[in-house]
């Protein structure tokens, strides 16, 4: 709507004033005196608690930041993604992974937000589909491998959407005691890496005979997918005969026709899924749901689609904005990025279990928001804000690795994630504290360090010499969010990866751009085809007298025609 464009553009330049004359002008030391403000910048969804009074706002700045998100129009955003239209418009494709968790009921939803009927009920049947595989498998007697033994260990091969997700599942859950007894004598591994080290590494100590491997590829056409896909299958067949694949390799894709071509039955071995769902937003649909049903059982995974689904409701129906946090994570997001001018943040999570969280997250900001253009192709109101590097490492390490440059270099906007139980607790004897406890202090003391330092005065008063002054000088003012739940078990992973979806569509609504499509991944793979086809060439001619050689030398510039030619140059060293 245009006025509603014109209006976005007399809040934006509000923000950008209110920015520079009033928030530059005020420290988080100063803002964190204030009780009433601590008290009113939090937010609370059953057990989940989300503090965002280390924030660099003030409730003007949260009020011109709603002001915003209304001029953008965010509701009818939010409203028309779960309704199934298509908004993802360079693909024509709808954004429906919300559908991928939500109950069979479609009149529990408030009409504004009603996912599109057809949609949810093709979802529970495969999501029926893969209870009956999973459990087959897991029995170990209906479906066995070509000897007859248990299928014990899966490959999951995928890379990107088809892999990160999974990932970060499995391995939040791999310490949860229910998950983990109900993984007992099973093991999952992942194969994303076209490196021949990552085939390697993910069948070490594996058996062929007692192998399930599953290929995850939306398209069925990614090239380190489908070259993984084809070495397994080899492997397979080496170790256990030409009929290996029909009992140890499925499918899950959304190209029939691609699984068929490669051998596997699509009626027998294959998960479908639909083009409405992007790959960096399909962990809950049988990309990630077929492997880790085979690792933790199909009722683990039910309380994880069920917490994704918790939060999917309170996105789309809570409308007062500052109750609603995953608007409120995104309002935070651009926030930062476009107002205060900071292009990078931290994912902070004080739980190991969380270790590839960050990764993950890294795909779904950095893919969905990393873009050029706006949704219709025209220059962006912000330009500069669209590429925001997102990273992070499970606290404490990353405290001994890069806080030292959030501390006193660069300010780097962090999320800290904690919990109030640990999901194995550790108390010694002796000791003040329980182990949990020690890793959570660091969780409450880091933000406060953030964003309140240490001044030149409190150093002298503690009688550091006047030489270290500067170097033990901690400026503060370094923003933060905190966000707190009771545990981290399936309900919570699916929370926390709904939230984090959220975030992204938030920002790139605000943004008003396709969070949606990934153009920019394209080029790099043309001309990766282009060098392959070089490199098989140059391969046929080795040995051969080198006729020909300089044929397709005016494809390549000086120096991708040196690197190549290095390539193939036997080293002398040693
Ligand atoms: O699932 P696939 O079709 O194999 O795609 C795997 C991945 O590769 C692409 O290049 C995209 O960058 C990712 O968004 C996608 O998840």
Redesign the pocket.
């Known amino acids: 709507m245009a006025s509603s464009g014109v209006h976005m553009h007399q809040v934006w330049r509000k923000l950008k004033t209110h920015a520079s004359d009033v928030i530059s002008n005020l420290h988080l030391a100063q803002l964190l005196q204030d009780e009433q403000r601590c008290t009113a910048f939090r937010a609370t969804l059953n057990d989940l608690v989300y503090d965002y009074a280390r924030q660099r706002a003030t409730p003007e700045t949260l009020s011109l930041l709603i002001e915003f998100a209304d001029a953008s129009e965010l509701g009818a955003k939010i409203d028309r993604m779960f309704q199934g239209e298509k908004i993802n418009l360079t693909e024509d494709r709808a954004v429906l992974h919300v559908a991928l968790r939500a109950p069979r009921d479609p009149t529990i939803w408030p009409a504004s937000v009603r996912l599109p009927e057809q949609a949810v009920s093709e979802v529970h049947d495969v999501l029926a589909q893969i209870e009956r595989f999973s459990e087959r498998i897991r029995k170990g007697r209906e479906w066995v491998g070509a000897t007859g033994k248990p299928l014990t260990d899966v490959v999951s091969i ?5 892999y990160l997700g999974p990932e970060f599942v499995y391995e939040a859950l791999r310490t949860d005691h229910k998950a983990a007894e109900a993984a007992r004598g099973r093991r999952l591994r992942f194969l994303a890496n076209v490196d021949p080290t990552d085939v390697h590494r993910a069948l070490d100590g594996l058996n062929p005979e007692t192998t399930l491997v599953v290929v ?7 090239a380190e ?1 489908m070259l993984n896909a084809r070495t397994l299958k080899r492997w397979l067949m080496d170790a256990l005969g030409e009929s290996a694949v029909a009992k140890h390799m499925v499918a899950v894709s959304t190209n029939t026709e691609a699984v068929k071509a490669f051998g596997i039955d699509p009626q027998e071995g294959m998960f479908r899924f639909w083009d409405w769902v ?3 937003f ?1 962990v809950c649909s049988a ?1 990630g749901l077929v492997p880790l049903s085979l690792q933790y059982g199909f009722g683990i995974m039910r309380e994880f689609l069920a917490g994704a689904h918790e939060i999917d409701w309170h996105f789309a129906t809570e409308r007062d904005w500052r109750k609603n946090i995953p608007v409120l994570m995104g309002l935070f997001g651009v926030w930062n990025a476009s107002f205060l001018g900071y292009s990078t943040r931290a994912l902070l999570p004080y739980a190991q279990a969380l270790l590839r969280f960050a990764p993950h997250i890294q ?1 779904v900001d950095m ?1 969905s928001n990393g873009k050029g253009v706006d949704i219709h192709g025209e220059a962006l109101i912000d330009p500069t804000a669209t590429g925001v590097v997102d990273f992070g490492e499970p606290g404490t390490n990353g405290q001994h690795s890069f806080y030292q440059l959030m501390h006193q270099g660069r300010v780097i906007p962090a999320d800290f994630v904690g919990f109030r139980r640990s999901q194995t607790p550790i108390v010694l004897e002796g000791e003040p504290v329980s182990n949990h406890d020690e890793l959570m202090s660091n969780f409450f003391a880091q933000p406060d360090a953030l964003a309140i330092g240490k001044t030149r005065e409190e150093l002298v008063a503690e009688g550091v010499p006047e030489a270290l002054l500067n170097h033990k000088i901690f400026p503060g003012n370094r923003p933060s969010s905190s966000m707190l739940f009771d545990c981290l078990d399936a309900r919570t992973v699916g929370r926390l990866l709904a939230l984090y979806e959220h975030r992204a569509a938030v920002e790139g609504f605000l943004w008003n751009l396709n969070s949606f499509d ?1 153009w920019g ?1 394209e080029l790099g ?1 043309v001309l990766a085809k282009r060098i392959r086809n070089e490199l098989a060439r140059r391969r046929q001619a080795e040995g051969k007298p080198a006729a020909g050689q300089a044929a397709t030398d005016h494809h390549w510039n000086a120096s991708t025609r040196f690197l190549l030619d290095a390539y193939f140059t036997p080293s002398t060293g040693q």
């Open positions: 995928g890379i990107g959407g088809s995850v590829s939306k398209t069925f056409t990614t997918t992007g790959g960096r399909s990309v795909q893919e990934q991944v793979k």
